[in-house]
């Protein structure tokens, strides 16, 4: 089906250790974005990239890099992971900043950090 | 800083009436508006997009935008317990690099 894959699924890590969530779209959109979703804080844009070989800050892009590898994937990395840092994590994408048709999200990385 | 207000709710309605979602924004210049739905666990999921004043009707789902007013609204008709789930408004800001805003997202609940 197409859509937006992320992965993994879940994870554990330990303060300070890294990681990196993946994404990957097979709908051939232009722009892809890294939002965090916290109990009474709605959606955070933590990074985005608005075309392959540009990336911007977001909101609370502090604690994350990204890289967009390529036209379908944009991941998402967390050097020396934190508490704060537990969150949901969902990737998105639209065929360009526009975004006329809004944007379709991956089914997320639920990240505990202790 | 842009903002999107959700302020009313949790929500809860019973079975077969009509559910009233409400959202106003702060960008003035804003040009297009998005309803998604998040069921519980689940990722967000777009149900209506709106870019001009007035209605726009989906099945029983109408989207209402008072651009004046800053204020975009969702209406749920015959609700369903299957309509349980948290609604998130999104706004779009004006020039073709503004990004979507959320607001916090209201809880409907649909009593059977």
């Known amino acids: 089906n197409a859509g937006v894959t992320q992965t993994p699924k879940f994870q554990v890590l330990k303060t300070g250790q890294s990681m990196t969530l993946q994404c990957a779209q097979d709908?051939?959109?232009?722009?892809m974005y890294w939002y965090r979703q916290d109990p009474g804080m709605g959606l955070r844009l933590i990074y985005y990239?608005?075309?392959?070989?540009?990336?911007d800050k977001g909101e609370v892009p502090n604690g994350y890099n990204v890289s967009r590898l390529n036209k379908r994937e944009f991941s998402l990395r967390l050097e020396s992971a934190a508490p704060s840092q537990t969150s949901v994590y969902f990737c998105?994408?639209?065929?360009?900043?526009?975004?006329?048709?809004?944007?379709?999200f991956g089914s997320g990385t639920r990240l505990t950090v202790v | 800083q842009k903002e999107v207000e959700q302020n009313s709710g949790p929500l809860s309605v019973p079975e077969g009436a009509i559910a009233s979602l409400n959202c106003t924004y702060s960008?003035?210049?804003?040009?297009?508006f998005f309803w998604y739905r998040q069921y519980s666990g689940k990722s967000p999921e777009l149900i209506m997009f709106?870019?001009?004043?007035g209605d726009k009707e989906d099945g029983r789902f109408t989207a209402q935008l008072n651009k004046a007013s800053q204020y975009v609204s969702l209406l749920i008709r015959d609700s369903q317990p299957s309509d349980s789930a948290t609604y998130l408004c999104?706004?779009?800001?004006?020039?073709?690099?503004?990004?979507?805003?959320f607001g916090k997202g209201i809880t409907l609940s649909v009593r059977p």
């Open positions: 998105a994408s639209s065929e360009a900043l526009l975004g006329v048709y809004g944007y379709t």
């Open positions: 709106i870019y001009s004043n």
């Open positions: 709908m051939n959109h232009n722009s």
């Open positions: 960008d003035r210049g804003s040009q297009s």
């Open positions: 999104a706004v779009k800001g004006r020039g073709a690099n503004s990004k979507l805003t």
């Open positions: 990239s608005a075309s392959e070989g540009t990336t």
